[in-house]
């Protein structure tokens, strides 16, 4: 909560973006605070992590939005659909 505050209160009324791991984003997620979320997937595997989703709130529906594709990287935005 006091990141979000802080986080608010230096964007001046502009969005504000969340860079972490999935437990942060699944915070953010389940507490309703999240209009849209890109991911970013490059084709390297280091083996372990968190499933993004693993313990997000099951009636949180999303909708892709768009993507955006290059050599290294592919860029996937989704909607909160409320």
Do not use: C
């Not at 953010?28 to 849209?36: I, K, P, S, T």
Request: glycine share 10%; aromatic share 8%; charged share 15%.
């Amino acid at each position: 909560q006091s990141a979000l505050e802080q986080a608010r209160a230096a964007a001046g009324g502009k969005d504000i973006r969340i860079a972490g791991g999935a437990n942060v984003v699944q915070q953010y997620l389940n507490a309703g605070l999240v209009d849209e979320f890109t991911l970013h997937h490059a084709p390297v595997f280091f083996g372990g992590g968190t499933p993004l989703f693993l313990n997000s709130d099951p009636s949180i529906q999303i909708r892709q939005k768009n993507s955006i594709p290059s050599q290294d990287v592919i860029h996937v935005t989704y909607e909160i659909e409320r």
